[in-house]
């Protein structure tokens, strides 16, 4: 068997699952208007445990839909009325062998009154939140009382619906959490104080639950093992914490970290090492003898064997990994890592959530949206579909054409495939990216698609091929604003960095942009031993880039001695020097011997009308387009080629005027 470890049973409590993947719980918004199971939801949940895994926890759920949510759209089991939508999903995940926890939750002061009708958030201190800037109420110790029942309500009536476990929040900074850090309890009752009085608050849950729920029931304990706040849980609290709750009957740790304090490290940008939480794990292996789940950026089997077998951890939670590809298990298990289509990091899927919109996926288009796009119609006869450009968005359309039965010819005028996405030199970014690339080098080759590198598509040779339908995915190039002085001899562009077509040592550079290729190329300016100031104006893609990334960005920019200019704007390039503005207009001028403008892409689409005059069916696709996103590259590609006959269909109606 490929990985025994991953793939051997394991045992939470007496609960016996049939490998050591765990999918956690990650807010979706795929759930009804009033906190109901949908059918999108179930199909979703059942896609992931179809693909192989062996224990998949539900998404937060609330046992406090008035004062506790943390999400608008956020799923309920605080009444019974919701019992028979978690059967149903509990039903679903249930017929492939895996097994299903609810995680139960109450976000506290990490809540809003925009999510509970206006109300004052609630927490055990009037301690405010700066993520949330919002002071909270303190709950009286009846309050507590009614609360702690509402969580033990909560997992009767998930035991009754048919789910195998509870696992109860008490990391990321929400109610639980809020009680057992000090810096957040400061309360005089019996549920502050001493470690005893904030652990209380969790303990009489967790028993609660076990009365009513029976021994047997699994309940497992998700902890913010370190805080990563000044005052806050740390490892060795944490430790003390772990063995308390295994003394109470807790059935096992799911070691996280974070609070929405320090999120960045609850849900990490592409800078983040792969496994790098997995140290959170370990260290509380060392005080307990109930199994741990490790999680953080774990996408390769390989690695997730090797925690198992080096006894760092006994389970091996994967969110986002689950996310970008459902059949993660099956296809490790199967021999076939190459085909697995790993999370990149890239945080599309929290920003559409955080956004209200139902979770989508950069790399994995069906996510989310599974009843949309059940099956790959079959072309009813043989036909050749020719793609120009071998990036993202090129390579995505030649797939999802392959599974479809066409015979795909992609022609790439660079020695590689891949687009932009070569460009990144980040070295922890651009693993991420080769994962993305490797992937889909990968499908070419198993899908037998005819990749033509080196190769420029003229009409000819199109022409040759007879296609059924051009795809133009000819992508973008960078931005250069139009302002005096952008033609001369020392104005340059990112992918002249990145290219090496010039090389900068020991000189004087101004960068200017924002976004994560802005500061990849400060960073390696300067890392050159030049004498690097970045001018950081709005852009598109710097408007991508979440607040603590962009902290962690600058902080890393100025350990390599980049200066950072935040209020001007570039109004002129002179041969020695820039000229730029402050808000009030007053201009001033810094000396320079090279300028690079990284301030992101517009389109590149230079055979669209030419190839119109040649062929009846072309679409243009992805930064061809719409520039400025990977995710835009590929939901086009995908969703084009998926419905191509329609597409097809309706232009050649158009043609004849129906």
Known sequence: MNYPRLFEEGRIGKLTLKNRLVMPGMGTNLVGPDGEV????????????????????????????????????????DEDRFIPGIQRLANAVKKYGAKIFVQIHHAG????????????????SPVTCKAVGEEPRELTTVEVKELVNKFIMGAVRCKTAGVDGVEVHGAHGYLINQFLSPNSNR???????????????????????????????????????????????????????????????????????GTYHSMDKIIESPMFEQGWRVYLAEEMKTVVDIPVITVGVIRDPAFAEKILADGRADFIAMGR????????????????????????NCLHCIKTVMNLSHLQCSVNVRAGRELEFTEFRQTEEKRHVTIVGGGPGGMETARVL??????????????????????????????????????????????????????VATIDEV????????????????????????????????????LKRKEFVGQKVIVVGSG?????????????????????????????????????????????????VTDKNVAEVRPNSVVVEDELGISSELAVDHVVFAMGTESYNPLEASYREHFDN?????????????????????????????????????????
């Not at 021994?215 to 063995?243: A, H, N």
Request: net charge negative; with cysteine.
């Open 402 to 455: 392959s599974l479809k039965g066409y015979d795909v010819t992609i022609f790439e005028k660079d020695s590689k495939l891949g687009g932009q996405l070569n460009l990144v030199t980040a070295p922890v970014s651009k693993e991420k990216m080769n994962w993305m690339i490797d992937y889909h080098s990968n499908e070419m080759k198993r899908l037998n698609v005819d990749v033509r590198l080196n190769t």
């Open 109 to 124: 002061r990490q809540s809003n009154s925009g999510l509970i009708g206006g109300k004052q958030i609630v927490a055990p």
């Open 38 to 77: 949908t059918d999108h939801q179930i199909a979703y949940y059942e896609e992931r445990a179809k693909g192989g895994t062996g224990l998949i926890i539900v998404e937060f759920t609330t046992i406090d839909n008035e004062l506790g949510k943390g999400l608008l759209n956020q799923l309920r089991i």
């Open 187 to 257: 309360r005089n009752d019996e549920y502050g104080g001493s470690f005893e009085n904030r652990m209380r608050f969790l303990k009489e849950i967790v028993l609660g639950i076990k009365e009513k729920c029976g021994q047997d029931f699994p309940v497992t304990v998700r902890l913010s093992v370190d805080e990563f706040e000044d005052g806050g849980i740390d490892i060795e609290q944490s430790k003390e914490m772990s063995r308390y709750l295994e003394e109470i009957g807790v059935d096992a740790i799911h070691a996280s970290a």
């Open 516 to 564: 994560m290729v802005c500061y990849s190329v400060t960073s390696q300016l300067a890392k050159a031993g030049n004498d690097v100031t970045l001018i950081d104006v709005p852009t598109e893609t710097g408007s991508k880039v979440t607040a603590p990334t962009k902290a962690m960005l600058y902080k890393r920019m100025k350990n390599a001695g980049v200066e950072i």
């Open 618 to 658: 072309v679409f243009v696709i992805g930064d061809a387009i719409n520039p400025g996103s990977i995710t835009n590259a590929i939901r086009d590609g995908f969703e084009k080629a998926y419905v191509i006959e329609d597409l097809v269909v309706k232009k050649v109606a158009a043609s004849i005027g129906v």
């Open 321 to 344: 990994s689950h996310i970008a590809d459902p059949e993660w298990a099956k296809k490790a298990i199967e021999g076939r890592e190459q085909e697995i289509r790993k999370c990149i």
């Open 463 to 498: 022409k040759a091929l007879n296609p059924y339908a051009v795809f133009l995915a000819t992508g973008a190039k960078p931005i250069v604003p139009d302002l005096a002085g952008n033609d001369l001899a020392n104005v340059w562009d990112y992918e002249d960095v990145y």
